[in-house]
């Protein structure tokens, strides 16, 4: 299965944008990117996905590179309810279907 | 419309007892997973269903967990005999199809302490 890489932690002012990184340098031609996000004492949330094109949604929006190693997930205007732990990753088009989350990225929201 | 639904809550029990959850997914959902998430780490994969069928239970501890999904609607997850170590938040997940292109919803997770 392959691999993501987040960030342990990052920080975020309240109402700037925030860009939440990914790399996934052994990613293969079919895997899909997903990003959830975890609030304190809940279960996790789906926040966006995509396979190659950049995608937009009410809640985020995601960047994939051009060569699909890496991908951005991008908070536009970050809240205080957007402190939680984020999870990048890839689920093959085939396979076991899992559902592979490492240990993310928690992110802070300073008032 | 409703989520995921999963209880209880939360449960204390003391260990070698035997302790039961309950998820009922979303209506129509086909596919339905069990996690298992320690403090600090990501959720892991226990169980994976398709309907009433398991098709992933590789990583399920077979000597003391059990799960089954009758009818392919509603889950429950066992523990017997609970171990001290089985304390951890226990999710259920459920969504229309198993592939890469679909999105899963998560319950709020049952919280069990073994004392």
Known sequence: DAKTTQPNSMESNEEEPVHLPCNHSTISGTDYIHWYRQLPSQGPEYVIHGLTSNVNNRMASLAIAEDRKSSTLILHRATLRDAAVYYCILRPFSGTYKYIFGTGTRLKVLA | ????????????????????????????????????????????????YENEEAVDDSQLPKDRFSAERLKGVDSTLKIQPAELGDSAVYLCASSLDPGPNTEAFFGQGTRLTVV
Not at chain 2, 20 to 44: K, R, V
């Open chain 2, 1 to 48: 419309e409703a989520g995921v639904v999963q209880s209880p809550r939360y449960k204390i029990i003391e260990k070698k007892q035997p302790v039961a959850f309950w998820c009922n997914p979303i209506s129509g959902h086909n596919t339905l997973y069990w996690y298992l998430q320690n403090l600090g780490q990501g959720p892991e994969l226990l169980i994976r």
